[in-house]
């Protein structure tokens, strides 16, 4: 049976050969265009790459890019791909949760690489090979656990999705000091929330929960949502 024939974008996002053309050889690759726009996004964030800006990085036309690239929103998947790299190895850590935490600190930290990964359109599942190659070594860090495919699936997505966001405001406090800026909500609505009106919020405000700790509120609020998503796994490990 013959192989099915895939899209342009896929065959190019997994680099598999284009048919021969007639005509000189290509000036431009995939990889040259590719490569331009990550620098371009590095430089000036994810807003600063369009393809006329990436043409005129690399010398040529708009339209000399199309042959490569069929859009931008194609140009974006294919820049988070190689952006992201292939996932590190993780070697054999001493159980399921070390893993998951190895992996999803590997992951923050090629987000801190890239910052402009985070502003990338979550148009689907990933599906390049890089993206797949992460997703191959948590399947791995879970693979002991005994929880079925689709479970390891949704941990998948819990875990990359807290990584993501958890980074995305990260990075909107970089703009203030986040101590200070939690420091000074907590003082202002312990102020304005009466306990009448709303008891439970008026407990919190003031006990004081805001006020600095020491530690980096992101390293802070990036652990404690993780080791609350592991002991969520950890419980339905338990009832498998």
Do not use: C
């Not at 036309?61 to 820049?79: C, I, Q």
């Not at 801190?112 to 090979?129: K, Q």
């Amino acid at each position: 049976m013959p192989d099915r024939e895939l899209p342009a974008a896929l065959s190019r996002l997994w680099r598999r050969p284009a048919p021969p053309r007639g005509g000189r050889p290509a000036e431009l690759d995939v990889d040259r265009v590719v490569s331009a726009a990550v620098d371009l996004a590095d430089r000036d964030g994810l807003a600063g790459v369009t393809l006329q800006k990436v043409a005129q990085h690399l010398g040529f036309t708009k339209m000399a890019l199309y042959r490569h690239v069929g859009s931008k929103d194609e140009l974006f998947e294919l820049m988070a791909d190689h952006a992201t790299g292939p996932a590190p190895d993780l070697g054999e850590p001493p159980d399921w949760r070390d893993g998951v935490r190895q992996w999803a600190t590997a992951v923050r930290a090629r987000y801190a690489e890239h910052p402009w990964l985070v502003d990338v359109p979550m148009a689907g599942p990933p599906r390049g090979p890089n993206a797949i190659s992460w997703v191959d070594a948590l399947l791995r860090a879970l693979r002991g656990t005994g929880l079925d495919l689709g479970t390891q699936a949704g941990v998948l997505n819990a875990v990359s999705g807290h990584v993501r966001n958890a980074t995305l405001l990260a990075r909107q406090y970089a703009a203030a000091d986040q101590a200070e800026v939690e420091r000074d909500y907590g003082r202002t609505l312990a102020e304005l929330v009466e306990p009448q009106r709303f008891p439970y919020a008026a407990g919190l405000f003031g006990a004081q929960v805001f006020e600095p700790s020491g530690v980096d509120p992101a390293d802070h609020d990036f652990t404690f949502g993780l080791d609350l998503i592991l002991d969520g796994v950890a419980a339905a490990i338990a009832r498998r």
